[in-house]
């Protein structure tokens, strides 16, 4: 009977999570008494077979076929609500760091002390990314920047500026302009005012 149930329920995962994994809708389908097959879902559940989602009825899912259907790997077998299942079954997006190709292992350095740098009270610490051209410097600003968002400790109508010191080689005075702003006419080659 334990099998039967546990067919069952794969069976009703299929469908789209639909509400068929309770125990009174199984019991129903398959004539047996609502207590028994309850017993046998939260025995399949202890067992690592079955997910539950902790919502009035209490369903139950196949966490294999789940997995496969949507692509994802649970780590969490028992859910709140049906709100928090779904959330979990959306595909996990990479923030800040983790979008550096090696952010966990050969450049966990690094992140580190990009990590303290940027979180340094009260404000951070101010940082100089120097290299050679094409090794990822902007990006790695980016990301500093995207991390500093997601803490909270930068607004996130804040803007990030992009300074390439060799567009201002020859005109210090410009990037003093567009990094503070300036008057209209102060400066004969900006027409304009550079919002801060």
């Known amino acids: 009977m334990l099998e039967k149930v546990y067919a069952y329920v794969v069976e009703a995962t299929k469908l789209e999570l639909s ?28 067992e690592g077979r079955l997910l539950k989602i902790n919502t009035r009825p209490v369903v139950f899912y196949d966490g294999d076929t789940i ?21 979990a079954l959306q595909p996990h997006q990479p923030q800040d760091f983790e979008k550096l190709i090696g952010y966990d292992e050969s450049l966990a350095s690094l992140v580190n002390q990009c990590k303290a740098t940027i979180s340094y009270p009260p404000s951070g610490l101010p940082l100089l990314l120097y290299g050679p051209t094409g090794t990822g410097k902007s990006f790695l600003a ?13 607004a996130e109508d804040r803007n990030f500026l992009i300074v390439n010191c060799s567009e201002y080689a020859n005109n210090p005075e410009l ?20 919002p801060v």
């Open 175 to 194: 990037l003093t302009a567009n990094l503070f702003g300036h008057k209209k006419g102060r400066l004969p080659e900006l027409t304009g005012i550079i």
């Open 19 to 46: 509400d068929q994994g309770n125990s009174l809708y199984i019991s129903e389908q398959l004539q047996l008494s609502r207590n028994m097959v309850s017993q046998y879902l939260n025995q399949l559940f202890a």
């Open 67 to 87: 997995e496969d259907m949507y692509g994802v790997s649970l780590h969490q077998r028992e859910f709140i609500s049906l709100e928090e299942f779904q959330k």
């Open 142 to 154: 980016q990301l500093m920047y995207e991390y500093a968002i997601n803490q909270g400790l930068i």
